[in-house]
């Protein structure tokens, strides 16, 4: 089943001349549980693509369905609230609230949502993150690698229907980048999670299920591994 369907999706900026079209046109589906890489040069349109898979930018043509829904025919809160629900989001620089703990900003999708928090599962994401030590510190209190952490917790604590990450690992030395990517194959293997990671990194797209390469805003390739 194709929990995710791209057709003919578009994303331009500018006019005339000066036209950029950062998306071209672009058409794949992703099946449940897949993990799915990205791979393409600095500048090719690989993270305007990720932001238009998750609902954070509209596009200029195109479909997007999550699990059956043009996601693009919400209006901008229902789309909010969609995206909370069924998308989580990994960013390269983790976007993680300063004065929140690693409990608060793990949960804070739920406190969002007015959504209780289920404890059991709380619990068991942060003994696999390995954050028991750390429940209590601030961001500013973590390594890199702690707090990309926390940040897999938040994407995964609602149990979305899609998990996208965006350079995940760019910002971390390769031992935490290792334990990273780790993790995120753990979730989708032990979550049964669909995973679309963004990376420019090859040895990360080698572990995945299937690589799609992306240039100048077009899918050139789509391999299985």
């Known amino acids: 089943m194709a929990i995710l369907e791209v057709e003919n ?3 331009t900026y500018g006019k005339g001349e000066n036209m950029v079209r950062a998306v071209d ?3 794949f589906a992703i099946e449940e549980g897949e993990f799915v890489a990205i791979v393409g040069a600095s500048g090719s349109g690989k993270s305007t693509l990720l932001h238009l898979l998750g609902g954070v930018d509209r596009p200029t043509d195109g479909v997007v369905r999550i699990e059956n829904k043009n996601i693009y025919q919400l209006s901008d809160d229902a ?8 998308i989580g989001i990994i960013y390269q620089f983790y976007n993680l609230i300063p004065i929140l703990n690693v409990v608060e900003n793990i949960t804070l999708p739920c406190d969002l949502d007015n959504k209780k928090v289920s404890n059991a599962r709380l619990n068991e994401l942060i003994k696999t993150l390995g954050l028991e030590e750390r429940i209590d ?15 897999i ?3 995964l ?10 350079e995940p690992t760019g910002n971390l030395d390769s031992k935490a980048g290792d334990e990273i990517v780790s993790l995120l194959k753990l979730s989708n293997k032990k979550y049964h999670q669909t995973i679309v990671v963004i ?24 391999e299985r591994m």
């Not at 510190?137 to 940040?151: A, D, E, K, Y």
């Not at 149990?159 to 965006?166: E, N, W």
């Not at 990376?199 to 789509?222: C, M, N, P, S």
């Open 9 to 11: 999706l578009s994303k």
């Open 137 to 151: 510190h601030l961001p500013n209190q973590l390594s890199g690698g702690q707090q990309q952490r926390v940040s």
């Open 79 to 86: 789309l909010a609230i969609f995206r909370r629900r069924q």
């Open 25 to 27: 046109d672009v058409s």
């Open 199 to 222: 990376t420019h990194d090859l040895e990360i797209a080698a572990q995945a299920d299937r690589v799609l390469t992306f240039e100048d805003g077009r899918v050139t390739k789509d």
């Open 157 to 166: 604590i609602n149990d979305p229907a899609l998990i996208l990450a965006d």
């Open 153 to 155: 917790g938040r994407a």
